[in-house]
């Protein structure tokens, strides 16, 4: 981590010490355990903004925490919580991702990865930038010790179709058929006659991190948030075993995933 992190680990810790708080005592005033404190403090893990906040909230800084959170993402080009959730995929033992809208971002081809950011929002070099931070990120999966992925797909997405890009839908299923069939990747596909169900609400993923927290990263249009309240991922952990449950086993949605990428040939 840069020095401006450091900074503000240096004074998360000083402010915890200078209440007289043991890092347990600190945690459970915020909702947060022991370990979770000790590893923001160590940077272990990025302090979140969930995180920031309820130090504020708990001990009434003046939001001085979460400015503090602001002014360092300023000093990066990249969006904080983008990398503070690559911090969290490169730690996690197990990752549990739900899709609704596209192949989720490790599992995605170079061609495929380009068509999701094509359209008018981003420029050219923004692009490029993008492609090749999302296939650096795949490199977690071929790692001599990778996490468990286990990814569950709505069907649409293997049958939408990507226009003025002929064969780039059979490429991506191809790929999405042969990672599905590796011991640490799993993925499940649920069928279009599950109807409506909880998933619609939107795409989500959970982090299992090695001293067994969960952290989440939920997006829509505009933002992306970073989710380590306890509370909160209880909610999402709960979602996630209800989405499962509407998929498809492991090879019944290894079938249909072939089955479709014929279907683009």
Known sequence: MGSATDY?????????????????????????????????????????????????????????????????????????????????????????????????????????????????????PEVDKAVTSRLERQLILEREHPPQFIAVLDEAILRRPVLDQPGLMAEQLDHLAEQARREHIQVHVVPSDAGMYLGLAGQFIIAELPDGTRTAHADNQLTAQIIDAPA??????????????????????????????????
């Not at 959170?69 to 197990?94: C, K, N, S, V």
């Not at 909160?232 to 479709?260: F, G, M, Y």
């Open 232 to 265: 909160d991922i209880a909610k999402l952990a709960k979602t996630w075993e209800i989405v499962r449950n509407e998929a498809l086993p492991r090879r019944q949605s290894l079938e249909l995933i072939k089955e479709v990428a014929k279907s683009w040939t």
């Open 8 to 124: 503000v680990l240096g004074e998360l810790r000083m402010f915890r010490t200078a209440l007289g708080l043991s890092q347990d005592e600190f945690g459970r005033s915020i909702g947060y355990s022991g370990s979770h404190v000790s590893s923001v403090e160590t940077g272990g893990r990025p302090p979140t903004k969930d995180y920031m906040k309820a130090i504020d909230a708990q001990h009434h800084t003046g939001e001085r925490f979460a400015r503090m959170l602001r002014e360092l993402g300023q000093l990066d080009t990249d969006p904080p919580w983008l990398r503070e959730w690559i911090e969290f995929e490169r730690e996690a033992t197990t990752l549990r991702w739900f899709e609704l809208a596209y192949v989720p971002g490790l599992l995605q081809t170079e061609r495929y990865a380009r068509a999701t950011l094509i359209g008018g929002r981003f420029s050219p």
